[in-house]
């Protein structure tokens, strides 16, 4: 059959016809030019306006950037050494960078203590932000905020230590009572800390203890530059995260005066800009503390931004409480869990992960908003640029360079931040989707 | 049978304060109330311990006195012999002006960027990904300031505009760009309002702005006679010429009669004179708060867009509605719903955020009143709490606007 079918048709191919490659614009980056940039009139329109935007933007800034001066002592000598041609002073930070990271005041015989304090803020915050490392390095997280307390201010070691064994203290206490009632055990607990870390008054002014470990003390008014923006976004922001969690709580609450003090509190906050609550922080608070106490500025600013950035992530919180099914609560009152329990054990952990993106953002943001600390004349990052740098006669008129440098600074802390909060939400997303 | 028993009464104990739901929350709320009182009065004797010491009281007459400062950029008529009470005024309403003028311009940019964002066009898309990153992940007190720069550093002198080869010319002969502003010129009614004096522009401007809300009304008269017509005979009615009528030819009369005239900026000895300035704070702090807030802006309209499903686009095809018709009726009404309520939160920013305005010199409320007053009378407390309530007064304002959207359009549901 097979044979007389070969024999009568002239021809008959036996194998197949190998695939050809696609046509040129089917496949391939010309296909992708196509799909992507050249999809009909106007796109090809929108693309060609968008090179020509890329264009000018880059071939007005490439040759000020790759231009630029990074050794001159002054502007004169810099522009100078330009003679006329386009190009950047980077010299500026090249000649003022200490300033511009941390302050004009701070001894600069002393930068190895906040720079080492910094490269510790990583490790002490490394397991809080990746679950996979071992859990013992929280135990460094605890002690971060005393060691990083004794190397920024200087001072004997022996009072971040007082205060470090009275929050052991209370939380051994704490721990010991919380079986027989929440509530006593706090309190039981903060009034045990309270005593330990009274114990300081016994200790006389010239006390050998006090020479242990002694570093230099800087006062806080010597901070400045990028470290104190540093200083209060994290300190803010970890002091609020727990504020902000009672507010939420407060705001759900069924009992009408906690509930309406709690409301008032986050509208009120949240309905003034912070610069009124830095106002208030620099001229009216210290009207609040007893007479002749001096609480100074930066403590004074960092109350206020903290009760700012509470209020805004009690609102972030409320809205994880509130999407968490009714469900859950009623299985946590079936369970016989009293308040505190079920709270604790059922519904934080559920509402805070909803609420993770949110606190980012908020986080962010109050980063961003701890520039504003530069208009009630502290020497942050842009209060350096502002007063000390730009007021010299050496670097009076070098404006984009440093502006853009602390724009830089800020953009690469903000964008990683968010980026880790969207890690963090796809490694979090346990519903199948 | 079950007895169901009373609880039983008149054996109250003390410890059922706190183990008795009943009494339970009472307790706390008793304990919660004292430990609030005592942290008030905490709290007032120290404020009014610290003020005896220094000698201070409160006492809100300063309001009356002569504020004793000028203040350049203003709306209404002030001098530096007015009060303080009208400095903090004029402040007030350069704060609207600014957060006012900032509203439009960053919902402009926020739309633009944010639709753009989700174009098919690649290079388009990552372009405005790039711009919302930018410009979401720097403070925006960075931007103020450096849009500050380029308004007094790189804009030229006034003196640059003279001479027969001046180094700067004027954009189409009718504004100028200079390091002192923008003059651009200003509309005048040479007739009617001539003789009223310094008012005269700003009741022409009223009456404009009645008719053009006149307008409004009619033409949506028209419009929804044009649907009940629809709706009763399947034809609807051509509307648009009348509709064009109505919003144009009121007004185009009303400028002839009155015989609108635009006065053009000229340079006169050291500095432009004629038109309107727009002082560079004034740009400085719109224009930095706009394209700030208009990359959030942008997210939210992507997300509210993102947020429509697919199958509702396909649907309304699949019922034979033209595409331009689909966005108009089915996809925008839906995702206007999603982005209004955050987009009336970044509207509550922009107002709170425009009292950085202080730091270029502009003169809104934070810096009538809550600076320069401040500095000048030394009441701190007054003026801050004076502040503090303005802000609150525009926050709840625009809460309650918000709440009110939100309750009109939700998704009304059983």
């Known amino acids: 059959m097979s044979d007389t079918s070969a024999n009568a048709v002239a021809f008959v191919r036996t194998e197949s016809v190998p695939a050809s490659a696609p046509p040129v614009n089917a496949a391939g980056p010309v296909k992708w030019l196509k799909d992507n940039l050249f999809d009909g009139v106007g796109n090809s329109i929108l693309t060609v306006l968008a090179f020509v935007a890329i264009f000018m933007i880059l071939s007005n800034t490439m040759p000020w950037v790759l231009n630029g001066i990074w050794d001159a002592p002054t502007l004169a000598a810099c522009r100078e050494i330009l003679d006329g041609t386009t190009g950047a002073c980077f010299a500026v930070l090249s000649e003022r960078w200490n300033q511009l990271l941390f302050g004009f005041k701070y001894p600069s015989e002393l930068y190895w203590r906040p720079a080492l304090a910094f490269a510790m803020l990583f490790v002490a915050f490394a397991p809080v932000l990746f679950f996979d490392l071992p859990r013992k390095l929280l135990i460094f997280t605890g002690l971060y905020p005393f060691i990083a307390f004794w190397l920024i201010w200087g001072g004997p070691i022996f009072n971040p230590i007082l205060a470090l064994v009275g929050l052991i203290v209370g939380y051994v206490v704490f721990v010991r009572l919380e079986k027989t009632s929440f509530a006593m055990a706090m309190g039981v607990g903060i009034v045990s800390a309270a005593v330990v870390w009274s114990l300081s008054k016994f200790i006389g002014s010239d006390s050998a203890i006090l020479s242990i470990g002694y570093l230099e003390t800087v006062p806080s008014r010597d901070l400045g530059g990028f470290m104190l923006n540093m200083m209060l976004g994290v300190t803010c922001v970890s002091l609020s995260l727990p504020l902000g969690i009672a507010l939420a709580l407060g705001r759900q609450s069924s009992m009408p005066l906690i509930k309406y003090v709690c409301v008032i509190f986050i509208e009120f906050i949240r309905g003034v800009p912070l610069i009124t609550l830095l106002f208030v922080a620099s001229v009216m608070l210290g009207y609040f503390f007893p007479p002749g106490s001096g609480v100074d500025l930066f403590i004074r600013v960092v109350i206020m931004i903290t009760l700012f950035s509470a209020a805004y992530i009690a609102e972030v919180i409320r809205g994880g409480l509130a999407a968490l099914p009714k469900g859950q609560y009623e299985a946590a009152d079936s369970l016989g869990l009293d308040y505190a329990q079920a709270t604790r054990l059922i519904i934080l952990p559920q509402a805070l992960k909803i609420s993770i993106p949110g606190i980012v953002n908020i986080a962010v943001g109050l980063f961003k908003d701890t520039t504003l600390v530069s208009v009630i004349s502290m020497f942050d990052m842009v209060g350096m640029i502002r007063g000390p740098i730009l007021a010299s006669t050496d670097w009076n008129g070098v404006y984009w360079e440093l502006f853009s440098f602390a724009a830089l600074l800020f953009f690469v802390v903000c964008y990683g931040i968010s980026q880790y909060s969207q890690w963090l939400e796809r490694r979090l997303a346990t519903d199948h989707r | ?414």
């Open chain 2, 1 to 414: 049978m079950t007895i169901i028993t009373d609880p039983p009464k008149g054996s109250f104990r003390l410890s059922m304060l706190l183990n008795d739901s009943r009494y339970r929350s009472l307790t706390l709320q008793a304990i919660a109330a004292i430990l609030l009182a005592l942290a008030i009065f905490y709290l007032a004797n120290n404020v009014v311990t610290n003020l005896q010491r220094l000698g201070l009281n409160i006492d809100f007459s300063f309001l009356g006195a002569p504020a004793g400062y000028d203040i350049n950029q203003r709306l209404i008529e002030y001098t530096s012999q007015s009060t303080n009470l009208k400095a903090a005024f004029v402040g007030i309403l350069n704060t609207l002006l600014v957060a006012f003028l900032a509203c439009i311009m960053a919902t402009i940019f926020g739309v633009f960027a944010g639709v753009l964002r989700l174009s098919n066009n690649w290079l388009v898309s990552k372009l405005m990904s790039i711009y919302v990153e930018i410009f979401r992940n720097i403070p925006v007190l960075i931007w103020i300031l450096i849009i500050y720069g380029i308004m007094t550093v790189v804009m030229p002198a006034p003196r640059a505009f003279r001479g027969e080869d001046a180094e700067a010319a004027m954009f189409l002969g009718i504004s100028a760009f200079t390091n002192r502003g923008v003059y651009i010129p200003g509309p005048e009614f040479s007739r009617i309002f001539g003789e009223m004096g310094i008012l005269s522009a700003g009741i022409g401007w009223l009456v404009a702005i009645a008719i053009i809300i006149g307008s409004f009304f009619g033409a949506r008269t028209v419009t929804r006679r044009a649907t009940r017509i629809q709706e009763a005979t399947g034809v609807r009615p051509a509307t648009l010429v009348t509709n064009l009528a109505i919003w144009f030819l009121p007004l185009i009369a009303f400028f002839i009669i009155t015989g609108l005239t635009f006065e053009i900026p000229e340079l006169k000895g050291f500095n432009f004179k004629g038109g309107i300035k727009i002082g560079a704070p004034l740009i400085a702090i719109w224009f930095a708060l706009s394209i700030y807030t208009g990359a959030f802006i942008a997210e939210n309209v992507r997300a509210g867009i993102q947020a429509v499903s697919k199958g509702q686009t396909e649907a309304a095809g699949a019922l034979g509605i033209r595409p331009n018709r689909i966005m108009s009726l089915v996809v925008l009404p839906q995702a206007l719903r999603v982005i209004i309520p955050p987009l009336i939160s970044q509207y509550l920013n922009i107002t709170k955020n425009s009292s950085l305005a202080i730091l270029v010199g502009y003169a809104d409320v934070t810096a009538t009143l809550g600076g320069i007053t401040l500095n000048q009378t030394g009441r701190a407390i007054e003026c801050i709490v004076l502040l503090m309530l303005f802000y609150l007064t525009i926050s709840l304002i625009i809460s309650a606007v918000a709440n009110f959207y939100n309750n009109s359009t939700k998704l009304k549901e059983r």
